[in-house]
């Protein structure tokens, strides 16, 4: 089956649009409150329900810019005190091109393991408060935005990394949310261009994402209007939580 055949199947019926709705409003949900989450918790949960994880890599790329074009807009009060998140960007760029080739050459299971393994690893790190010491901020935020970007534009799956890097500073939780933002904001567009040369992005797959923005809009929402109930300790507990839960969900079912 081609590609464009899976993409016109993805929302073929009601009860396909149904479930599509209500996986991307509540991984929106989740967004909402901790400032990522959209992909790596509905993703794995449509591959599990049966969808195949081609035809959802395009889709979830395309969906994933409008979820952070709408949350970067509800913080851009935030934009100007997050001037480091460029040094994130310069080294998300620097690899975007290479890391979309991961898909071509390499077997993407094997591929989603390790990076399971590395988000596991990171989870417990953060549980136990491990701090990672740098003398040189600049430096470090370029080399986590190119760790970061190569998994993003490879496989959509650099949330939970680039929120462990995040966390080890001490930030504003509003700011922490808005340097993740931006630096997706980037990635997703220029993944979107890079896919497009490679023919995954296609106006069948404009016409299914249009159908699944108010999933969008209603999830995000929902998950601001929670977020204010969220102190800084509680916060980074459902960090944690959502880690493990994701490095399991992509251990046990690729």
Request: net charge positive; glycine share 8%.
């Amino acid at each position: 089956m081609t590609y464009f055949v899976c993409i016109m199947q993805l929302l073929a019926s009601s009860q396909d649009l149904l479930i599509f709705f209500l996986v991307f409003g509540g991984a929106c949900f989740i967004q909402g409150i901790i400032g990522f989450g959209f992909v790596i918790l509905g993703m794995p949960l449509l591959f599990i329900l049966g969808y195949q994880y081609k035809s959802l890599i395009g889709l979830f790329i395309c969906m994933s810019l409008i979820v952070n074009v709408v949350m970067l807009f509800h913080y851009r009060g935030y934009i100007k005190k997050a001037a480091s998140a460029w040094y994130l960007i310069l080294g998300g760029l620097i690899v975007s091109y290479p890391s979309t080739l991961v898909l071509k050459y390499i077997d993407i299971n094997y591929f989603k393991f390790y990076v399971a393994l590395l988000i596991l690893v990171m989870a417990t790190l953060l549980l136990l408060d491990v701090k990672i010491k740098t003398k040189n901020n600049a430096l470090y935020l370029l080399i986590v935005g190119g760790v970061t970007g190569f998994v993003q534009c490879s496989v959509a799956l650099s949330g939970p990394i680039l929120a462990y890097f995040l966390s080890q500073k001490k930030l504003d939780i509003a700011l922490f949310k808005t340097k993740m933002l931006l630096f997706y904001v980037a990635m997703n567009s220029v993944t979107i261009l890079l896919h497009s040369q490679h023919h995954l992005i296609n106006p069948i797959l404009i016409n299914q994402v249009l159908k699944l923005v108010p999933a969008v809009i209603i999830g995000l929402f929902l998950g601001w209007s929670c977020s204010k109930y969220f102190s800084e300790t509680i916060f980074k507990k459902v960090i944690v939580g959502v880690l493990f839960v994701k490095a399991i969900i992509i251990a046990t079912f690729g």
